[in-house]
């Protein structure tokens, strides 16, 4: 028997989700081929992974709108997508739009704020009543869908950097603050708890906490919950993990390592808070000394240049030194659309999760992530390596 699985997404009408879903419909239609697609790989064509058939969709976000004028707007400004496509799954994303629920916010800083519907934005009501909002909303997209599991993933703007120190070390300490509008917790964290309780699994594509603290881990254990995150790994911060290991294995010196990145979606727009932009800097720089073994100087830069929507250009300036102290210098321009990048990724994280799960497994998904900037529990950030991780989980489930 077949089964039916829920892929509910956190920021369900932004740009990465609008192309997730998108992408979703063209493949369950037949009309597109799996360029993109890791999961789509001939060494993990032994999972028994999910039929793109057999995805449901829905999710939560703040802003008021509709998912078709959305992918309508994308497809504007960022020149990707055919008409003749979208006519083509318009139905399928009025199904989607059906299906998103308006979520919650807390602690989420001005940038954010500022994005949601006024009653999003003033709703007061402490944590555990906004978890008990999603819950529901949760357990009802799964009994209306007759679905056998739901993964949740994401997507939501980049949060402000969480003040992890004032967060208790464990759920007995944190659980009552939950009923407090001083709990430390920001949103992201709050739909992991949701998650977590309501038996679905968790994938953390955004910079933000989710479920990345001692606390809702323990929850997560305690709850058998398969987990993963954090960031996203789809550009300038992939080829820095490809390309490091190459200057580390011929012994050259890197001097100085920087990064300027220049995009202007929505993503980009929340990015110019300094608040927000910081939580994203840490995740883009915290690879380089972990691979090379020494920390060269390294500069990130994110500006939001509104005309170039959602294509991101990285200009990466790599100063090293080589025999007899001769410095030499490497340049890269990366020219990407975002959520070309990212929406593949994401069907990637649901259809592996969900695989994990349906094998019983569950904690933090270590073997995930080559996909991340930040990998949850795992050190090592040389790509290739990771990759080996996934093979290796990839090889022991088949085996
Ligand atoms: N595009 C990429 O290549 C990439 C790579 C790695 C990580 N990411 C991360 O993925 C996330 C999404 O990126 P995007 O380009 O789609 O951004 P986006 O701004 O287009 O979409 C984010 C969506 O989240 C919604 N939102 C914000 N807070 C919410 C909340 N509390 N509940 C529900 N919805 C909420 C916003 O209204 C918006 O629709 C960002 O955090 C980004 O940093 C993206």
Redesign the pocket.
Known sequence: MSRRVGLWL????????SVVISGLAALQRGLTDNCGLVSCLLTFSGLELLDWPDVAIGG????PGCLVDEVRQFQRSSRTLSDQLLEQIEPELRQADAAIRP???FR?GDA?TR??APDIAGDDRPPVEKIAQVVSDLREFRESGQLDHVVMIN????EPEADVGAIPDTWAELEPTLHQTDCPLP??SL?AIAAIQSGCSLVN????LASDCAAIRELAKANTIAHAGR?????ETLIKSALAPAFAMRNLQVMSWVGHNIFG???A???DDPENKQA?VATKDGLLGEILGYDPQSHISIEYIRSMG?W?TAWDHIHFRGFLGTPMVMQFTWQGC??M??APLVLDLFRLTERAARAGQSGVLDWLACFF?SPMDVSENNLTHQFSLLQQWAGDLQR
């Open positions: 956190i920021g369900a009408r932004g740009g990465v989700a939560h976000e703040i802003r979520g919650i916010l989420a954010i994005l949601a997507l939501a703007s980049t949103t992201s739909y594509f955004t910079p933000s960031d996203g790994k789809t550009g979606n929505m993503d727009q929340v990015l994203k959602d991101k975002d959520s990048l990212a900037k």
